[in-house]
């Protein structure tokens, strides 16, 4: 997958850039970037800030993780059996 030259804060940034009031010609040119880049990061990211982003990319994180280790308990530790434990039993031969 191609890496994008934006990070997810600056592309916010742009998009805070066109809401004051700056047209999105001027904003192509200024980035680099065509017009239907601009409207496709609309389309993505228009209306949220920084710390959302943030935010919604902690839940992904923590998503990801849950759906590798299972649910986080209470005390911080995961709740699926642990490789050690597989081992012990002799499920992991």
Known sequence: MKRSRFTEDQIIGILKEHEA????????????????????WKAKYGGMDVSANRRCRRSRICAG??????????????????????LKAGRGQ
């Open 21 to 40: 009031g700056v047209s999105v010609a001027d904003l192509c040119r200024k980035h680099g970037v065509s017009d239907a880049t601009v409207y496709k």
């Open 65 to 86: 993780w849950q759906s590798c280790h299972g649910p986080i308990s209470p005390g911080g530790r995961s709740t699926a059996p642990s490789a050690k434990a597989s």
